[in-house]
C-alpha cells in the first residue's frame, strides 16, 4: 500500500514563502506523475502543480504560474511544492497525490497529463492572512 504524507503547511502572511513536502512510501511502476491539488473551504479541489517522476516535466494551474514551483528528490521519495508572494486566495488544504490506487478515488490533472491519481495525503493547512 503506497502511502503519502505531506508537510510544510502553516500560517503565514501574505507575500510570504512556504515549501510543502510529500514523502511516498515508495515508488511503484505506475508512479509516473505526482501532484499537488488544493481545496478551499466551501470550493471545489482544483489542481496546483504536476511533476512526472522519470523525466521532470512540470505543469502548473495559471493562478500559480511564475510563484509557485513543483521539485522533486527521488533519493528521498520527496516532491515539493515551492510557494512564493503567497496571497490570502492561496488559503486551502493542499493534498498530495500520486499514480495508482482505487480507480474510484483517481483524479486527473492538466487535461489528462496526469492520470489515475488514487494515492492521496491526508493534507496540509495552508492559511495565508492579508
Known amino acids: 500500500q503506497v502511502r503519502l504524507a505531506e508537510s510544510g503547511g502553516t500560517s503565514v502572511q501574505a507575500g510570504g514563502s512556504l515549501r510543502l513536502s510529500c514523502v511516498i512510501s515508495?515508488?511503484?511502476?505506475?508512479?509516473?506523475?505526482m501532484g499537488w491539488f488544493r481545496q478551499a473551504p466551501g470550493k471545489e479541489r482544483e489542481e496546483v502543480a504536476g511533476?512526472?517522476?522519470?523525466?521532470?516535466?512540470?505543469y502548473y494551474a495559471d493562478f500559480v504560474k511564475g510563484r509557485f514551483a513543483i521539485s522533486q528528490d527521488n533519493a528521498n521519495n520527496t516532491v515539493y511544492l515551492h510557494m512564493n508572494s503567497l496571497k490570502p486566495e492561496d488559503t486551502a488544504i493542499y493534498y498530495c497525490?500520486?499514480?495508482?490506487?482505487?480507480?474510484?478515488?483517481?483524479?486527473?490533472?492538466?487535461?489528462?497529463?496526469?492520470?489515475?491519481?488514487?494515492?492521496w495525503g491526508q493534507g496540509t493547512l495552508v492559511a495565508v492572512s492579508s
Open positions: 515508495e515508488y511503484t511502476a505506475n508512479t509516473d506523475c
Open positions: 497525490a500520486a499514480e495508482g490506487g482505487p480507480p474510484a478515488s483517481q483524479a486527473t490533472m492538466f487535461s489528462s497529463l496526469c492520470q489515475g491519481l488514487g494515492y
Open positions: 511533476i512526472y517522476i522519470g523525466g521532470g516535466s512540470t
